[in-house]
């Protein structure tokens, strides 16, 4: 009786070297559609004259980590996550490194909420923030002090222009 990984025959060192090929095809795969080059980076104007530019969130692995586990933002430097339609979206800080600011906007980019020195969180639970009163598209995450420098209110209008790529 032959057995699975005895390489007795041609039937199985195909099946193995098929295995491989696939294997490596898909790490190779994961790496070039996650790499830096990839990120799509935009600017968001504020009315004070500010602008923040914004590493986007649209894939379902930047919107579940997001700024986790990194050691910094630069400064003047923001995420900026899109959902796929509008709603009541939440965030938490889990395995952040530094407090963020959180700004909620919504599809007419129109600030519906606000969220001030949001500490990070390392232990469970983490404090959720949020749904907003309002519905919300987008989310946008600066260094803590951002929304309080530049006087970012609910109501005021940003600006930012979205590349179909």
């Not at 602008?51 to 379902?60: F, M």
Request: hydrophobic share 45%.
């Amino acid at each position: 009786m032959l057995s699975f990984f005895k390489l007795q025959d041609g039937t199985n060192k195909k099946r193995i070297f098929f295995l491989v090929i696939m294997a490596l095809l898909l790490i190779s795969g994961a790496l070039l559609f996650n790499s830096p080059g990839q990120t799509q980076v935009l600017n968001v104007k504020f009315p004070s004259g500010a602008s923040l530019k914004a590493e986007v969130a649209d894939t379902p692995e930047k919107l579940l980590f997001g700024l986790a586990f990194r050691q910094m933002l630069p400064p003047d430097e923001a995420m900026l996550y899109i959902f796929g339609e509008s709603g009541p979206h939440r965030v938490w800080t889990k395995e952040f490194q530094f407090p963020v600011d959180v700004i909620w906007v919504d599809e007419s980019k129109i600030v519906v909420h606000v969220e001030k020195d949001v500490p990070p969180c390392s232990k469970n639970p983490c404090t959720w923030y949020g749904p907003p009163p309002n519905d919300a598209r987008y989310i946008l995450e600066s260094n803590a002090g951002f929304i309080a420098r530049e006087n970012v209110a609910v109501g005021q209008q940003l600006k930012f222009a979205l590349f179909v790529q």
